[in-house]
């Protein structure tokens, strides 16, 4: 696999110096998942350095880029919405740029649609395509036509991209990219491409660094980090590459994000046990509680695998917590088969769930399965999953309560004058008393509210 090293576009700097009076200012905002976000923070870090500025409102921007997700049929109309409401921006201020990139822009329909029915969108470049936007906007301010760029598959990895991230404590590292599962119903891997790693030093190098730099709370990126290392000329694992990071000295914690059950192994278990960084939290998203639902999903575990590996995570951690994600509805799903889904959860006890009604995406496998059941039997599971949740996230509070935990605190509380901080198991604490934002700061669980906790600076 190629790696292409970024080297900074020195024409197009001098192109935007010239062709603005002032810095011109750039406002992102980047839909969809951690990936995206990071994608997002790559796109600032490549425009600010041939010269643009950052806006923190799209009122100000010469330049904006909405960096898209196409999971859910919501989140792209989500988009169609946003975009559609900048046509008066750009009637006011005609110079304005109008960009869309991400995940959407992956797809060769939705590049139509834009050129078809979004004249005012000026520029349309896809996930493969961040390290190659200096020569697009220079094509676009040479030509005035618009530049849409039809989707393209790349497989190199782009290291050395300059970055600008929203977080002075708190940092996103992609270790690998794409995905190669194909689960039946998400559109992930037609729009990010195959599953491809980064080579371990250049992980490590970026680790330090962000270390160095101060960062507290570092989360490891990928569609199944679990995977990492496949293709890769040197010989390693996910579990390898933990705790090659972990010797890292330092104040600091790790998270990684997402992992796939059926690439979950004891050995990351262990790994996270034996570790003086890595977070006490798993994201194990399990989609359904049924055996039947998952085979037709293409998850290629059973619920007995599932529960055997958190059964053995809960012995050798008893303090650590749970994540995962639920779809409801997937084509075919029965009563049956989502009241096995209710039952795992009650058995996991999960601190947080992320529960979506099943979308259809075209060009998936599930696109075609027969779909019988009504929306509104749909959204009737989901309230009875929210239900259960309540109970589940109260009783763990619960247990949190009278205990003093390290947490990072990352800003303004809900209530006036509190400050809210994550604690290592992703739990949130909300609590009174002054403390530095992007430092750890030991803190009294006094209480629950919600899914929140509410403490005191102990
Ligand atoms: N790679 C990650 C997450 C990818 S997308 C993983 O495997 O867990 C994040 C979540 O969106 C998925 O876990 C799934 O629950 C949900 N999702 C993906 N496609 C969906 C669809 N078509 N309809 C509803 N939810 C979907
Ligand atoms: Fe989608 Fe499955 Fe890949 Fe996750 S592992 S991104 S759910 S195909
Ligand atoms: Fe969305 Fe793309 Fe992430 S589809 S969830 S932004 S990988």
Redesign the pocket.
């Given at each position: 696999m190629e790696t292409i090293r970024f080297t900074k576009n020195e024409a197009a700097a001098r192109t935007i110096a010239a062709y603005y009076d002032t810095p011109p200012m750039l406002y992102v905002h980047s839909f969809g998942?951690q990936q995206n976000v990071n994608d997002g923070e790559k796109i600032k870090g490549v425009l600010t350095d041939i010269g643009f500025g950052l806006a923190a409102r799209p009122e100000d921007a010469d330049l904006i880029v909405f960096n898209t997700c196409a999971?859910?049929e919501h989140a792209e109309q989500r988009v169609f919405g946003n975009v559609g409401a900048l046509k008066g921006l750009k009637e006011a201020n005609p110079k304005l740029l109008i960009a869309v990139s991400g995940c959407m822009a992956q797809q060769k329909e939705i590049v139509e649609k834009f050129k078809k029915h979004y004249p005012f969108v000026d520029i349309v470049f896809g996930v493969n395509g961040i390290d190659t936007l200096p020569d697009i906007l220079c094509e676009k301010l040479a030509t005035r036509k618009r530049v849409l760029r039809m989707p393209a598959e790349r497989g190199e990895i782009i290291e050395d991209m300059p970055i600008r991230r929203d977080s002075t404590f708190r940092a996103w590292l992609p270790i690998m990219y794409g995905?190669d599962?194909f689960?039946s119903?998400?559109?992930?891997p037609y729009v990010r491409g195959r599953e491809r790693s980064r080579a371990s030093a250049d992980i490590l190098r970026e680790f330090r660094q962000l270390v160095a730099e101060g960062y507290k709370d570092i989360t490891l990126l990928g569609?199944?980090v679990n995977s990492y290392g496949k293709g890769l000329p040197e010989d390693i694992t996910f579990a390898a590459l933990l705790r090659m990071l972990d010797a890292v000295p330092g104040d600091y914690r790790i998270r990684f994000m997402?992992s796939?059950p059926k690439d979950a192994t004891r050995e990351l278990i262990d790994t996270i046990a034996n570790s003086a960084h890595i977070s006490r939290h798993l994201h194990l998203?399990v989609?359904s509680g049924s055996n039947s639902i998952l085979a037709q999903m293409n998850r290629k575990y059973t619920v007995e695998d599932y529960l055997s590996l958190i059964a053995y995570a809960k012995r050798r951690m008893p303090e650590m917590t749970y994540s995962s994600?639920?779809?409801v509805g997937f084509p075919g799903e029965t009563e049956e088969d989502f009241c096995a889904t209710e039952t795992l959860i009650r058995e996991v006890e999960y601190m947080q769930l992320?529960t979506?009604?099943?979308?259809?995406?075209t060009g998936?496998a599930a696109a075609s399965m027969p779909d019988p059941t009504p929306h509104k039997e749909k959204t009737q599971r989901i309230a009875r999953v929210l239900a259960i949740q309540e109970q589940v996230v109260a009783k763990l509070g619960g247990a949190m309560v009278g205990k003093t935990v390290r947490a990072l605190v990352e800003g303004p509380g809900r209530e006036e004058g509190t400050l809210t901080a994550r604690l290592d198991n992703n739990m949130t604490v909300d609590f009174a008393g002054g403390a530095p934002v992007g430092e750890f700061a030991d803190v009294r669980v006094t209480g629950v509210r919600g899914a929140m906790l509410k403490g005191e600076l102990a």
């Open positions: 998942c999971v859910r995905c599962n689960c119903y998400c559109i992930v569609q199944n997402t796939h998203p989609q994600d639920i779809i992320f979506f009604i099943y979308s259809k995406r998936t």
